[in-house]
């Protein structure tokens, strides 16, 4: 009983230590992914604004 109340206790150990470095890989790439894609939308408006302001010079 105690070998199977053991075995039992590592399965859990082991399926806790899995979810727990899932979850540090996802929220390590969540992280990686936002800062990329604040990086892309400020050149983005960058570009919109060059490109406004290149249309209303031509529009004058």
Sequence with gaps: MKSLEMIMIILAVFTWACLGASFLVSSIQNFIY??????????????DLEYHNLRMKEYR
């Design 34 to 47: 936002d800062r990329k894609r604040e990086k892309r939308e400020i050149e983005r408006d960058k570009r």
